[in-house]
C-alpha cells in the first residue's frame, strides 16, 4: 500500500510536476484472499490520502 514499500514515494511525488495525475496501481493478491475489495480500498485510499498530505 502507499508508503508501506521500499520506494520514496515522498522524494518521487515532491519531483513530479503538481498537476500531474497520478494513479494507484497495488497487486493485492494475498491480501485479497482475506480482505474484502471495499475494505482494501478503503485502507489504500487512508494511506494514499496520508502519503499526500504529508507532502504539504
Known amino acids: ?3 508501506d514499500g521500499g520506494l520514496d514515494l515522498t522524494s ?3 519531483a513530479v510536476p503538481a498537476d500531474l495525475a497520478i494513479g494507484l496501481e497495488i497487486p493485492m493478491e494475498t491480501l485479497a484472499r ?3 475489495a471495499v475494505e ?3 485502507q489504500m485510499l487512508a ?3 496520508r502519503l ?3 507532502l504539504e
Do not use: C
Open 52 to 54: 499526500v498530505a504529508s
Open 1 to 3: 500500500m502507499p508508503g
Open 12 to 14: 518521487i511525488l515532491r
Open 47 to 49: 494511506k494514499a490520502r
Open 40 to 42: 482494501r480500498t478503503k
Open 34 to 36: 482475506t480482505v474484502s
